[in-house]
């Protein structure tokens, strides 16, 4: 239970790609991320849906290679109702990974946070198209 009142935020996302697999072009920034101590990977899968709607778990050694870094990435957090949950949200004919961290810059302040008596009551993500839709409309009205 220390180990978890230690922890910075976790947070996950779900990115999807067109077709069969991920090229793998952002990994090496993830390590990058992994190795400098910023995040803690806890979890990754990689799942696919076919045309008909049919979703299943891609094993991380059927994507080659450059994936192998994170082939055995489970903290046991993602199980079999979150890949049903994943694919309800992904298109026909297409692949996603589910990524799941904890953003371990975060920790120290999280960890004062608590000890204060803090919660969190609300937390968010802005997408960076919507910033540059912001963007744009500002200046288009300008």
Do not use: C
């Amino acid at each position: 239970m220390t180990e978890l009142e230690e922890m910075g935020p976790v947070d996950y996302i779900i990115v999807e790609w067109p077709g069969r697999q991920p090229t793998g072009e952002a990994l090496p920034h993830l390590i990058d991320l992994v190795d400098s101590g910023l995040v803690r990977v806890l979890d990754l899968m990689f799942i696919t849906k076919d045309e008909d709607g049919t979703v299943a778990m891609l094993d991380i050694s059927e994507l080659g290679e450059t994936f192998a870094v994170f082939e055995g990435a489970s903290s046991g957090i993602l199980g079999d109702d979150d890949v049903a949950e994943a694919g309800g949200v992904l298109e026909p004919g297409t692949s996603a990974a589910v990524l799941v961290w904890e953003n371990r810059w975060a920790a120290p302040f999280a960890v004062a946070l608590r000890k204060s008596g803090a919660q969190l009551v609300a937390s968010g993500r802005i997408p960076v198209q919507q910033l540059v839709a912001a963007v744009d409309a500002v200046e288009a009205a300008s």
